[in-house]
């Protein structure tokens, strides 16, 4: 039996999908608030309940697939980043900086970004439409994070980031490599604006590039098939 149709595949497939879309949702909440809506006890037992269903996940499909080294080689980053490195710095009492801490909440979002890939294959039948709106998929969810990430560390510091917006215009226009009015003045702030321009610098030639064969494929059909 193919791993890929295993009920139990099938079945954390699901919990993936939902906790991608549970862990986007609670990173959004806690970091656009204002206030400490959630509690840290909660976002600790939260991040160990959602990578503990994307560990179950790889470690049932590498069971299940034929060639072992070849899925590992194949999907290491995915095993990566569904440790649970918040948990295990909170269990041993790490020293670390609060930027350090914000990012080791936002590992999960990589595995939750597959996730929602996962949608757009359920939802497309062309392997290239499928491959453009993955594409498209991690882009926007790109930007939407490092936006929410540079308002994070920006407001307040920056006295340019006056609400979310601001956020968002700021890391719109650094993926098009277009450049804002906007500066970051922390560390991490400069560090997405790079993250963005190199973004943009490698998904937008992929555009260009499923536009042009779109064009060309629909030009060999017209001449294949000319009008009576």
């Known amino acids: 039996m193919e791993q890929n149709n295993h ?3 099938k079945f954390l497939n699901i919990l993936v ?4 879309i ?7 909440i806690e970091l656009l608030s204002s206030s400490a809506i959630l509690s840290e006890r909660f976002i600790l037992n939260f991040h160990l309940v959602v990578c503990s269903f994307f560990l179950a996940d790889f470690l049932v499909r590498w069971f299940y697939s034929h060639n072992k080294w070849h899925f590992l080689g ?3 980053f995915l095993l990566l ?3 649970p490195y918040l948990n295990i710095a909170y269990a041993t009492s790490a020293h670390l900086s609060h930027t350090a801490w914000v990012l080791l909440r936002l590992i ?4 939750g970004i597959y996730g929602v890939s996962m949608i757009v294959s359920w939802m497309t039948h062309s392997k290239m439409t499928n491959l453009f709106t993955t594409y498209l998929v991690i882009l926007f969810t790109t930007i939407y994070f490092c936006s929410i990430m540079f308002y994070f560390v920006e407001h307040g510091p920056n006295p340019m980031v006056k609400n979310y917006w601001d956020a968002f215009n700021w890391s719109l226009m650094n ?3 277009v450049g804002s009015n906007i500066f970051g003045v922390t560390k991490l702030g400069q560090s997405l604006a790079v993250t963005l321009a190199a973004a943009g610098m490698i998904f937008f030639p992929i555009f260009t590039a499923y536009v042009t064969t779109l064009f060309q494929n629909k030009r060999k059909g017209i001449e294949n098939n000319p009008p009576l």
């Open 175 to 177: 993926v098009t490599t």
């Open 74 to 76: 194949r999907n290491i």
């Open 22 to 28: 549970a862990i986007l949702v609670v990173i959004s």
């Open 81 to 83: 980043v569904a440790i």
């Open 108 to 111: 999960p979002i990589a595995r």
């Open 17 to 20: 999908l939902l906790s991608s």
């Open 7 to 9: 009920p139990l595949v």
